[in-house]
Structures are given as C-alpha cells and as structure tokens.
C-alpha cells in the first residue's frame, strides 16, 4: 500500500471519529434540552406558587414571641409562636372591648375553624396574612407594652404605620382605626406539631 493511500486512510478514520464524536455531543445535548424542561415540570412553577399553591413551613426554631414570615400567592404570611402572657392578654374582658370585632363575626375573613378566641387552629401558634384590610399596607410586629408612641394602654399587637390601624395577636382590629376589618387568616393544616400547610385547610373545615 502507498504511503499516500496510508495517509488518505488515517485522515478518513480521524474524520470518521471526529463525526462520530460530534454526531454523540449533539445528541446528548438534544436529551439534555429534553429532559431539563420535563424535570422542570414535576416542580411547581413560580406561576403556579403565585396562584396558590400550598406553601409547607417548617416552624420548629420559632421561640416563643417570635415569628416569621413567609409568602403565600405573594403575600406575606406571618407566623406567630404566642407567648402564655399574649394569650391572656387576649382573653381580658377589659381587652376585648377595645376591638372592633373580637368574635370574628365577619366570616369572609378567617375559616370556619379558625372563627374562635385566638383564631386559629393551635391557640400557641397564629398564621395571618400581614395585609392591613385598610389600604393594603404591611403592619409592624410591635410586642413591645406600653411604648411611648403606642400609649400607655397597648399590650403588644401589630400597627400600620401608614394610616395608624391596630390589631392584636390574633389579628383583630381595634375600634376608631381605618382598618374596617380583621386581618385575614389563610387557610392551612399541621402536618407536625411545628409544620403548616398554607394553602390547604384542616380535616375539620
């Protein structure tokens, strides 16, 4: 065999290789693109979490009188581990006759099971939207009792600081205030003793 057709026959095997090679990258790309896409859809989209879908919250750090918030549908949610000093304050006859509507009357505004004293499911735990019914602003976490700017008669709560609407522990609304209503609790579950659902109600709704 001539030296050029050895040298045709190495060049036409490095070709074939490099065909090969390139024919298995392009390939393998292709499945990438495929699969990244159907992995994708097995997760929920943002589009979906922004329409509801339930949001999990793992709350087992939260020490009492601590809260945190998390989002659900794009709202803030807030929740609160209640202090057994917050829960009697709420229970104080002289209390309730500060609030526009301690009894929850107005349904639209928690679910059925969670229309009672504390509103909510755990009377320990509180899970509220943080939208003041006002105008649509975020509340300040005020537990702080008998502050200067609050006066002598606040026993901690949430305040709007853009138009002055108060609410306690529960969300309630005080009387004379813009907020004509309480704040909304979402619906939502225990999964564990320190784990919500947001999004789903209890057994009992």
């Known amino acids: 065999m001539s030296e050029q057709a050895i040298t045709l026959t190495t060049a036409d095997k490095g070709r074939r290789r490099f065909l090969v090679a390139a024919t298995t990258l392009v390939g393998g790309i292709g499945l990438a693109a495929v699969a990244v896409p159907f992995i994708s859809a097995m997760n929920p989209s943002a589009r979906a979490r922004s329409a509801g879908a339930p949001v999990n919250v793992d709350f087992s750090k939260l020490e009492p009188g601590q809260q945190v918030t998390v989002k659900w549908r794009g709202k803030p949610v807030w929740i609160l581990r209640r202090t057994p000093q917050m ?82 522990f529960a969300g309630r609304v005080y009387k004379n205030v813009p907020a004509p209503t309480n704040l909304v609790i979402p619906p939502y579950r225990f999964l564990l003793e320190t784990e919500v659902r947001i999004g789903e109600g209890t057994t009992s709704s």
């Open 87 to 168: 829960l009697e304050d709420m229970h104080a006859a002289r209390f309730r006759e500060q609030l526009l509507d301690p009894d929850s009357r107005v349904t639209s505004q928690q679910p059925d099971y969670a229309q009672n004293e504390f509103r909510s499911v755990e009377e320990e735990y509180l899970v509220v939207i943080a939208i003041c019914t006002h105008l649509g602003c975020v509340p300040s976490f005020r537990p702080d009792r008998a502050p200067a700017d609050l006066g002598p008669d606040w026993v901690g709560g949430y305040y709007c600081p853009c138009h002055g609407s108060r609410f306690d």
